[in-house]
């Protein structure tokens, strides 16, 4: 009975989750299949993941959103959609990358320490080492995780269909 309870416990928020992040894109009249706005449009979970990583905009799927390795463009060269919306909007990307760099650390101690049997102050040096250098090459890919999740529950448009839809 308890295994049965466990498996429903884990399997009821897995397919939620699976209907909210393949969910169709949004009905509108601005999207033409094949065209532009449709990949505007197209807010489901999983492609915006997928551009977050490929370091793309979130509404046009197409612009570059960093220019260096820690310089992010203030517009979309690609769409014109401002990417920084106000100062500390990237606030929350640092508990992504902060949030990442911990379970990492655990998972990396568990393996090595009481696993693998690596002894425990080279298993801390490693991890020292490991805590700054990960979330300097994470920082660009929490920023635009933060983007995602900003696009996902509040979708902007570019500005040329925002004028258009209310036109």
């Not at 416990?9 to 449709?38: D, I, Q």
């Not at 990237?90 to 650390?105: D, K, P, Q, R, S």
């Not at 490693?126 to 900003?150: E, K």
Request: glycine share 6%; proline share 7%.
């Amino acid at each position: 009975m308890d295994s049965i309870l466990i498996v429903l416990l884990f399997l009821v928020p897995v397919v939620v989750m699976a209907r909210v992040m393949f969910r169709s894109p949004a009905n509108h009249e601005h999207a033409e299949p094949g065209g532009y706005a449709e990949k505007v449009f197209d807010n489901r979970f999983a492609t915006l993941f997928v551009n977050a990583f490929r370091l793309r905009c979130p509404v046009c799927k197409e612009g570059v959103i960093f220019k260096g390795w820690f310089h992010t463009e203030e517009r979309c060269p690609v769409c014109d959609v401002e990417i920084v919306r106000e100062p500390g909007y990237f606030l929350g990307a640092i508990y992504f990358n902060y949030g990442l760099t911990g379970v990492l650390e655990v998972i990396i101690y568990v393996v090595c320490y009481a696993l693998l049997g690596i002894p425990h102050y080279t298993v801390v040096g490693g991890m020292l080492i490991f805590a700054v250098l990960f979330p300097l090459y994470f920082f660009r890919y929490s920023r635009a995780s933060w983007l995602v999740f900003d696009q996902y529950f509040a979708p902007r448009l570019p500005p040329d269909l925002e004028e258009s839809s209310e036109a």
